[in-house]
Structure formats: C-alpha cells, structure tokens
C-alpha cells in the first residue's frame, strides 16, 4: 500500500487519483497506523517552505515517517513542495529542512537573460542514474514544470536526472 502522507498541503485529490488510474493501491493519511503499515510513501506538497515544515512538524507523525525511511529504507517520493523538505533549507524560508538530502532549494536566477520565473512547461529530463523510478521511460519523456525554486545538490550521486530552463538543474 502507498500512503499519500496528509499535512495539510496541496492538492491530494489528483494524485490519489492518477495513482488509481494506474493500478495503484493508494490511500491518503494522517494516521500513525497506516504509515506504519505502508509499503510506500509520498510526500506531496505546493506551498512555501516553512509553511510545510511547520505543517509537517505539527503532523503528529513526523518522527515516525523518518524512521520508517531512514531506519526501515521504505522508499519515499517527494512532489513538488515535498521534495524540497527532503533537503537542509530553502531560500524560501528560515526554518531547517528534513536533511535527508544533502543540500538546499534555491530560487532561478536569470540576472543574465529574461527567462520568466515561474518555470512553466514541459521539458525533457536527462537520467543521471540508473533507477527503478525511471524504468520504462523512453529518452524523450516529458514532464511538466510549474515552480520558481530548485534543488541545488551537494553529493552529485543524489541527482536522479536534471533538466535545463536557463541553466542545468
């Protein structure tokens, strides 16, 4: 069972809904006993940064999702703002991040050129590594972008695949 980890941040609903639309066993949740059972977690979130981990902190299962991934090794998606609370801060915030990531969002920065911030489209990712996530992805796959941050890694074995809007991240 994936449980969709439920602290007050986003849009849910579509999510559970494409994970039904392709076959997966997914609930959404707050409770301590189905993250306990979980096979799978993910993390979503849109939102600032603080505003999440303040949501996170206050969600009564905090300590118990760590465990289960940096103890148990259950695997856990981050999306979106959910990823970004992986790492140790933002420049979005003033509050520390999860630290399970080893480096720190930052805001685009096109002093250079005139790309708008947001990012907003569809781009192609490179794969960094070979992992089970992007297994049965073709070299052209796209994904669609909406964010004005991004994750600025210190360990490159970390970066599961990078894209380019300005620069390479």
Request: aromatic share 8%; with cysteine.
């Amino acid at each position: 069972m994936v449980v969709i980890l439920d602290y007050k941040t986003g849009n849910i609903g579509s999510l559970l809904n494409m994970l039904k639309k392709i076959g997966a066993a997914a609930l959404v949740s707050a409770k301590v006993e189905d993250i306990k059972k979980a096979k799978k977690l993910i993390l979503p979130g849109v939102g600032s940064f603080d505003r999440g981990m303040e949501n996170l902190q206050n969600s009564g299962f905090l300590q118990l999702v760590s465990e289960r991934v940096i103890k148990d090794k259950i695997p856990i998606l981050g999306i979106c703002l959910g990823m970004e609370l992986f790492t140790e801060k933002s420049e979005e915030g003033q509050l520390k991040g999860l630290g399970w990531i080893e480096g720190q969002v930052i805001r685009f920065n096109f002093e250079q050129n005139n790309l708008k911030v947001p990012h907003m489209g569809w781009n192609e990712i490179q794969p960094q590594i070979k992992d089970s996530l992007l297994e049965g992805l073709d070299n052209k796959s796209r994904f669609y972008f909406a964010h004005s941050y991004h994750l600025l890694c210190k360990n490159e074995k970390d970066i599961l695949a990078t894209t380019n809007y300005g620069y390479d991240f």
